[in-house]
C-alpha cells in the first residue's frame, strides 16, 4: 500500500520512529483544540506526563498486588505445613 499524502508519509515515518507517542496520541485524541501553538505543546507535554504517571501508578498497583497474593499464598502454604500428619 503506497502513502501518496505528504503529511501521511511523514506521519509514517513518525510512526516508525516515536511509536510510543503514537500510541499515547490514540489514547487521548489527535488533536488539541487550541488557537496559540504555545498551548496546544504545553497540553500535549501534560498529557504525555499524565500518561507516564498512569503506566507508573498501574505497575506500582499490578507490584502491590502481586506482593499481597504471594503472602497470602504463603502463609496458607506455611499453616498447610503445621497440620499433624494423621489427619486429613
Request: glycine share 6%.
Amino acid at each position: 500500500m503506497s502513502i501518496r499524502h505528504p503529511l501521511r508519509k511523514l506521519s509514517n515515518e513518525n510512526w516508525k520512529r516515536y511509536g510510543l507517542f503514537g500510541s499515547i496520541k490514540q489514547k487521548i485524541g489527535s488533536s488539541f483544540k487550541l488557537l496559540r501553538e504555545d498551548f496546544a505543546r504545553k497540553a500535549s507535554l501534560a498529557c504525555a506526563i499524565l500518561w507516564n504517571f498512569w503506566v507508573l501508578a498501574t505497575y506500582l498497583f499490578l507490584l502491590f498486588l502481586s506482593g499481597i497474593l504471594q503472602y497470602s499464598y504463603a502463609k496458607g502454604y506455611d499453616r498447610f505445613l503445621e497440620q499433624p500428619h494423621g489427619t486429613v
